[in-house]
């Protein structure tokens, strides 16, 4: 096919043991999964209907990127969240089924401009500014499910320049993996290359210039970068 412009290039992950790569869909996110960080954020955890918004798929930075500072914020925070990749898809996934769909799990960070999306709370405004800017989804290479999947007493953790941030076991989820894809499936039908970030645990701060992170999904997947 000829395109009247270059057609963008497919965002991609690494996958660990393999030479070839994940291409990137769709970033669905889900919000208020872990009950300490909801109450952190001055939020209710809804167990009835998990909320849920977006990110571009070229919003991931792999392979160790530095990860420059964003425009437009004072205020730069760290999410760390397990995130699951889909090898296949639907719509209206029952949750026995949805374990089926997924190709792997990796650790990323839901990087948020916390000052704009306080603004767009108060405003009743979306959250996209606040969420789905360029470079906001650092992940780190997939293990596949074949390999090792986690469990509930799956620990998540994050430091910052050495000293631990946030820590939380994937069993303090609102809603598990299953049920997070049989939700987001009555609301999208979802595709082979769509990646889910599924929440983060309490403990979320600020990313400054210079620092270093170190996420970890353990066991499973690491991801180690930099704020330029
Ligand atoms: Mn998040």
């Known amino acids: 096919m000829d395109y009247a412009i270059d057609p963008p290039p497919l965002p991609s992950l690494p996958v660990v043991g393999s030479a070839l790569r994940f291409p990137v869909r769709r970033i669905f996110c889900i919000g208020r999964n872990y009950a300490d960080h909801a109450k952190e954020m001055g939020a209710q955890v809804d167990h009835a209907a998990p909320m849920f ?131 987001l499936s009555t609301l999208f039908e979802l595709k082979p290359g769509d990646l889910i970030f599924t929440g983060t645990p309490a403990g979320v701060a600020a990313l400054r210039r210079g620092d270093r992170f170190h996420a970890e999904l353990a066991g499973i997947a690491t991801l180690d970068g930099r704020v330029a």
């Open 53 to 183: 918004f977006c990110k571009p798929a070229d919003a991931v930075v792999t392979d160790g990127a530095d990860l420059p500072y964003p425009s437009a914020t004072a205020d730069l925070h760290h999410e760390v969240e397990m995130v699951v990749a889909l090898k296949a898809g639907g719509r209206d996934i029952p949750p026995a089924q949805a374990l089926d769909k997924v190709f792997g799990y990796g650790v990323g960070l839901d990087l948020t401009r916390r000052d704009l999306q306080a603004q767009a709370k108060a405003k009743g405004h979306p959250w996209d500014v606040a969420k789905a800017f360029d470079h906001s989804a650092p992940v780190s290479a997939l293990r596949p499910a074949a390999d090792a999947a986690p469990g509930p007493d799956t620990e998540l953790r994050l430091a910052v320049n050495g000293e631990p941030r946030q820590h939380g076991r994937l069993g303090d989820m609102v809603h598990d993996v299953p049920a997070i894809i049989a939700a």
